[in-house]
Structure formats: structure tokens, C-alpha cells
């Protein structure tokens, strides 16, 4: 009777290591206890350690705010001339990228990502509305999804202008943008694209 006691149950984890290794992104970065700033895009920010979710999403409307918001920056970096459709190329950039954001700023690369996605969507932007012939551009409200539909290709279109026929790395390039606009910095190509957008609708108002 005392050995069946002492069995363990056939439903017990077998190691609590395992749990915590699933629980983190590429097996380093938590996932846990990242802070919103912005409270209207936050929905549309989804953190969880799934960086490949093989395109499960890819025909259902609006299910892309599901995604992680690491495997969206990965699928954007992908749209690019030379990263066409090489999604371990870009995984690869965005993990070594991680890695020198954390040298830099000691901080989970996570944060600064989700920081960086909230400075670099713009609020504000402007559309054409034609009265008779004549075409006039009006100041609009950004939706927040659109606001980090914005912000995520800002970003990859620093890195691409960042990198491409120069000797900076792919994964030095990303590591600037994303700590560049976590700290607001208008010289950071992603920024600096939002403000641009903000102060020519604030002109059309």
C-alpha cells in the first residue's frame, strides 16, 4: 500500500523546466509581464512565445491581430525584395536582432519591441475626398489596428533602407529601429515617418 502511495500521478507534469522553456520566446525571452502604454492599440499587440504559426491565419479577415506580434514583424520583414518568402532568414534576423537589444539596453527585447510598435503608429493621417472635380486631402483618425499595420512597416522599411547595399547587418539595422523608437527617437527612420504623416493631416484639418 505505501509504494502505491508514493507513485506519481499518471496526470503530473514531468518537469516543471519543461513548462518554463515553452513559455519563452526562442527559448530566451519571456513573454510575461509585458506593460501597455497605449491602451487603444493594445488588443491589436499580441505577445506570445509561437514565432512561426505557418500561416494558419493567412486567409481568415482580420485574424492577423492574433499573431504574435514578433511573427508579424518577421512576416514583414519578408516582404522585401531580398527576403522574399525566406521566413528562416528573417526569424533569424529578428533573433540575432534581440540579442544585441538586450546588450544595449539590458532590457527583455520584447518590451522594447512592444514599446517601439506604440511610438511608431501614427494617430493621425489624411485621405482625399473630391468635391466636383477638385480633389482635397482631409485629416482622419487612424484605426488602431492600422496603427500597428502602420508601425510594423515603418520599421521594416527602416531596416531595408538601414541595410540594404551597405555593410550594416540586417540584424544591427533592426536593433536601431526598434531601440530608436522605443525612445522616440525622431531620427529613427520609423519615427520620423509617423511624425511626417501626423504634421500633414494636422496641416489638412
Not at 104 to 132: C, H, M
Amino acid at each position: 500500500m505505501s509504494d502505491e502511495s508514493e507513485a506519481p500521478e499518471p496526470d503530473a507534469p514531468a518537469s516543471t523546466d519543461d513548462e518554463r522553456v515553452s513559455a519563452q520566446l526562442f527559448g530566451v525571452w519571456s513573454v510575461d509581464d509585458i506593460s501597455y502604454e497605449d491602451e487603444s492599440t493594445r488588443r491589436y499587440i499580441n505577445v506570445t512565445p509561437i514565432a512561426h504559426t505557418q500561416g494558419r491565419h493567412s486567409n481568415k479577415q482580420f485574424k492577423k491581430s492574433e499573431l504574435s506580434i514578433v511573427e508579424r514583424l518577421i512576416n514583414r520583414l519578408m516582404q522585401t525584395e531580398e527576403n522574399t518568402g525566406k521566413k528562416q532568414q528573417a526569424t533569424r534576423i529578428v533573433r540575432e536582432a534581440f540579442d544585441i537589444v538586450h546588450e544595449r539596453t539590458d532590457e527583455n527585447p520584447v518590451q522594447v519591441l512592444v514599446t517601439a510598435v506604440e511610438n511608431a503608429g501614427p494617430r493621425e493621417e489624411t485621405v482625399r475626398l473630391k468635391y466636383g472635380g477638385i480633389s482635397v486631402p482631409q485629416a482622419v483618425d487612424v484605426a488602431p489596428q492600422r496603427r500597428v499595420d502602420q508601425a510594423l512597416k515603418f520599421i521594416a522599411e527602416g531596416v531595408q533602407g538601414s541595410s540594404f547595399k551597405t555593410t550594416t547587418p540586417a540584424a544591427e539595422a533592426l536593433a536601431s529601429e526598434l531601440t530608436g523608437a522605443a525612445n522616440y527617437d525622431v531620427q529613427t527612420y520609423a519615427v520620423n515617418q509617423k511624425e511626417e504623416k501626423e504634421r500633414v493631416a494636422a496641416a489638412a484639418r
